[in-house]
């Protein structure tokens, strides 16, 4: 049997990750991305779900930074307000924790253009969930 998912490019691939700048253990992060045409409707304006992945992302991210990789972020909630449009070029997701508890988190984010000005901002409601509960689940769930 072959693996049919070998081929199939990494969701940082398809996100357009360029790199991971900041992992701080006190719960922040900064991740760059590059916006690619393809990731455009009309006018040259990145799709909305883009935004919101890549301010995910950074959360889930700040997340890990601050809790290690024994948990998986589970979003409860995701609240994303537009404030400009992103344009394809490098985008700067930031999230940072905003209320910690033993399960259940409080983060934000942003997007911000390079320079510095803020296309969207979201805030999230994040569980920690048991990585290896997760990754059981999943399992059961594909078999």
Known sequence: MTDTHAAEPSLYQIMGL?????LDPEGRA???YEARPEMCHSG??????????WIDAAMAHAVIARHGKGFVPMSLEL???F??????????????VERAGKRTNFYEGHLKAPDGTVLAKAT???LLVDTERVVAASKAATQ
């Open 79 to 81: 609240k994303v307000s």
């Open 44 to 53: 040259g304006v990145v799709q909305g779900g883009f935004v919101t992945g």
């Open 83 to 96: 404030f400009a449009p992103a344009r394809p070029g490098l985008v700067i997701a930031e999230g940072w």
């Open 30 to 32: 900064t991740l760059e």
């Open 124 to 126: 999230s409601t994040i």
């Open 18 to 22: 360029v790199r991971i700048v900041i």
